[in-house]
């Protein structure tokens, strides 16, 4: 079986932490990059690609609104990626999905939904007071 599992997700208030996770089943996470994409709340809300990561080589990229404030990694033993999230705004509350794509410089510096494919089904993150 197929599968990407994302975990972590929760209520945390501003300034908080979160470290979400990726799990993979019947993929292996060293041939691919993985993406982190968040759908914000609200009708017709696209998923921004947040962070990227390059599993051959580790290049990684970060959208300029989580910059210094996340941190993408992998763990090969355990097949799973992770996004550490610090120090969280009320505007990062979203749905958060991983997927996989192609590990290709290109695909890490768009960090672009067109070119990920088999997504997860999410975790929902609220930062509120």
């Known amino acids: 079986q197929f599968q990407l599992e994302e975990r972590g997700g929760g209520e945390v208030q501003p300034g908080g932490s979160l470290r979400l996770s990726c799990a993979a089943s019947g993929y292996d996470l060293d041939t691919f990059a993985i993406g982190w994409f968040r759908q914000s709340t609200g009708t017709g809300q696209e998923r921004e690609g947040i962070s990227c990561i390059n599993s051959r080589d580790g290049s990684t990229k970060y959208s300029d609104s989580v910059k210094g404030r996340f941190t993408v990694s992998r763990d090969s033993a355990k097949n799973t990626v992770y996004l550490q999230m610090n120090d969280l705004k009320p505007e990062d509350t979203g749905v958060y999905y991983c997927?996989?794509?192609?590990?290709?410089?290109?695909?890490?510096?768009?960090?672009?939904?067109?070119?990920?494919?088999?997504w997860g089904r999410g975790t929902r993150v609220t930062v509120s007071s």
């Open positions: 997927a996989l794509g192609s590990p290709h410089p290109a695909t890490i510096q768009a960090c672009a939904r067109r070119d990920f494919a088999s």
